[in-house]
């Protein structure tokens, strides 16, 4: 055990919590004496054909491993107990109200949990974290739950690999947050936050289903240079600024429907302009939702929808955008404007502000700014384009 075990089991578990306030806390869960069977196990479990030598080496590790299930148990207990003391105080329920918290008495800590082996499940959701938050590096071999957090700082979860299913959902980032070069064997939700920093999630693998939906982004969004197995949802979500998909791989289904991009959309381009173009292998991603009409809203010309010809390609319309799409009326592109400038304005007194009354009012205001924009975006969709759509498509009716 490491330095956040030893303490928090001297500290917490046994002397009932003494909480000493500082600056960071190294919470290292570091990888339990079975850790090269749990990853000899994950890999070789996950292959689809085992030979004759495996089945032999599967049967010495299995009575291994039974022989140390015990101690394995009763340090993850420790463990998960430790984490769980941690999770309790960086939220608060005001007169017991557990549909809002806020900050708990360890959120002004500066956490981190970089290379951590978590060999049971987190639970880390409505935790509020007041300085800067680190989680790369980690390895995950149960589920992670994250939703329902604030991030008032940068957050970084890069370099990490999930083996069962994670949780990001309905989470409110203030600054910067990373999730690049990680995997994920099995499921992951974003769904329903609000990222006011820039958000990485390059260079990744989606093993499972993977949706990014019903969000707002106020600053570059880069999800290029990854791959996703399963299906992949980028709809009903706001865009600010420019969004990058290039050199990426869809083997499953893909939406976008209902979604606004006001900066440039990319599948086939990087920063600097060169063609990385992404590949859709089981069909074209869907920008225009069936059932109701939903389509894509675009606020810039200079997206570039050109992908692999080895995969399914985007129809295009005269306007150089997808098929049922359009773009921004003058209005609307204003109305946004004005708002996105407001959100700029009150994010940097926020970033800058030492005041904590100052900062909550700030905060809430944030709020208030991102629950405008969320009903806004609804008034545009559902999209009253269908007259205007081919007959294949079967949306021929006007909403």
């Keep these: 055990m490491t330095l956040a075990d030893e303490y928090l089991a001297d500290e917490i578990l046994i002397h009932g919590g003494k909480e000493h306030r500082g600056s960071t806390h190294y919470m290292i869960f570091s990888a339990p004496t079975s850790a090269p069977l749990l990853n000899w196990h994950f890999g070789t479990m996950s292959s689809r054909r085992i030979s004759p030598t495996h089945t032999a080496a599967i049967e010495r590790t299995t009575k291994s491993f039974s022989v140390h299930r015990a101690e394995l148990l009763a340090e993850a207990k420790v463990r998960q107990q430790a984490l769980q003391e941690i999770h309790r105080r960086l939220r608060h329920f005001p007169q017991g109200d557990r549909r809002n918290y806020v900050e708990g008495s360890w959120s002004g800590f500066e956490y981190d949990f970089s290379n951590s082996v978590f060999f049971y499940p987190v639970d880390m959701k409505d935790s509020w974290y007041q300085n800067s938050v680190d989680f790369s590096g980690c390895t995950y071999y149960a589920s992670a739950e994250f939703s329902g957090s604030t991030y008032e700082r940068s957050a970084y979860f890069v370099d990490s690999t999930y083996y069962d299913w994670v949780f990001f959902n309905d989470s409110t980032y203030f600054g910067d947050v990373q999730w690049s070069g990680s995997t994920y064997h099995d499921s992951a939700r974003f769904s329903w936050s609000v990222y006011y920093g820039e958000v990485s999630f390059h260079d990744s693998v989606y093993g499972g ?48 429907y209902g979604s606004v991009f006001c900066g440039a959309l990319n599948f086939g381009t990087d920063f600097f302009g060169e063609p990385y173009p992404s ?23 200079s997206n570039d929808f050109v992908v692999e010809d080895s995969g399914y390609s985007i129809a295009l319309g005269s306007d150089s955008l997808p098929l049922g799409c359009g773009f921004l009326s003058t209005e609307q592109a204003d109305y946004l404007a004005a708002k996105f400038r407001e959100v700029y304005e009150a994010r940097t007194y926020l970033r800058d502000s030492q005041v904590p009354q100052e900062r909550r009012e700030l905060q ?23 007259a205007k759509f081919p007959a294949w498509m079967g949306l021929s009716t006007v909403v």
Excluded: I, M, N, W
């Design 209 to 256: 289903s993977v949706f990014f939906d019903q969000s707002l982004y106020y600053d570059e969004a880069l999800f290029y240079s990854s791959t996703y197995r399963g299906e992949t949802g980028f709809d009903g979500s706001l865009y600010r600024d420019s969004v990058f998909v290039s050199d990426s791989v869809f083997e499953g289904a893909v939406s976008l």
């Design 279 to 301: 590949r859709f292998v089981q069909s074209a991603p869907c920008f225009v939702a069936e059932r109701d009409a939903r389509a894509t809203l675009f606020g810039s010309s």
């Design 364 to 386: 809430e205001k944030l709020e208030g700014f991102s629950e405008e924009l969320r009903a806004f975006r609804k008034t545009l969709l559902p999209c009253r384009l269908a």
